[in-house]
């Protein structure tokens, strides 16, 4: 079955301790790209990935890392997670014949 | 940076009525998408269509678009309980590239 995963779904950590959420695609799709939602603000980009080794920053990219070591791989880093980071993320994939985009099914992340 | 404004922010409606949903942008755009965001989880495409197209059709569903007001609308016709969702347009630019830009959303309620 066609479709991207993350994880974890859940999380609460606290201010400062490093987390990595994972986030795979099984399309073979080259691009990816990382959102945040947050009430009444919508979807976010926070970092894109064109293919591998091709990263760049989206709309809120402050305190946030990534990396695309491989095509289907695609995890999102917070150095040191802060409470302003509690949000609803999602993951995307898609494929540069069509501009039409895959989510994963979210993860929810509390930092207090 | 935010390029879809959708309106109306919610909407109840009846099962058997139609439901219309507007968006409007910014900018010149290649395509705009409409996707549905059930309570909590990922979004699920619906439609794309061109910025060369004036409508589009996809079951139930009818989607205009305007590029001389830079307006887009949706239309759910014969609205189901499971319709239930929130409605996002996004649009995508003239970069060469998969970059969505997504509005801040309409939620649907459908009752029985």
């Known amino acids: 079955e066609a479709q991207v995963t993350q994880n974890p779904r859940y999380l609460i950590t606290v201010t400062g301790k490093k987390l990595t959420v994972t986030c795979s695609q099984n399309m073979n799709h080259e691009y990816m790209s990382w959102y945040r939602q947050d009430p009444g603000l919508g979807l976010r980009q926070i970092y894109y990935?064109?293919?591998?080794?091709?990263?760049d920053k989206g709309d809120v990219p402050e305190g946030y890392k990534v990396s695309r070591k491989e095509k289907r791989n695609f995890p999102l880093i917070l150095e040191s997670p802060s409470p302003n980071q509690t949000s609803l993320y999602f993951c995307?994939?898609?494929?540069?014949?069509?501009?039409?985009?895959?989510f994963g099914p979210g993860t929810r992340l509390t930092v207090t | 940076s935010q390029q879809g404004e959708e309106d109306p922010q919610a909407l109840s409606i009846q099962e058997g009525e139609n439901a219309t949903m507007n968006c409007s942008y910014k900018t010149s755009i290649n395509n705009l998408q409409w996707y549905r965001q059930n309570s909590g989880r990922g979004l699920v495409h619906l439609i794309l269509i061109r910025s060369n197209e004036r409508e589009k059709h996809s079951g139930r569903l009818r989607v205009t678009l305007d590029t001389s007001k830079k307006s887009s609308s949706l239309l759910i016709t014969a609205s189901r309980a499971a319709d239930t969702a929130s409605y996002f347009c996004?649009?995508?630019?003239?970069?060469?590239?998969?970059?969505?830009?997504f509005g801040t959303g309409t939620r649907l309620l459908v009752s029985p």
């Open positions: 990935s064109m293919n591998v080794e091709v990263t």
């Open positions: 995307a994939s898609g494929t540069g014949n069509t501009y039409e985009q895959y």
């Open positions: 996004a649009t995508a630019m003239n970069t060469g590239f998969q970059k969505l830009v």
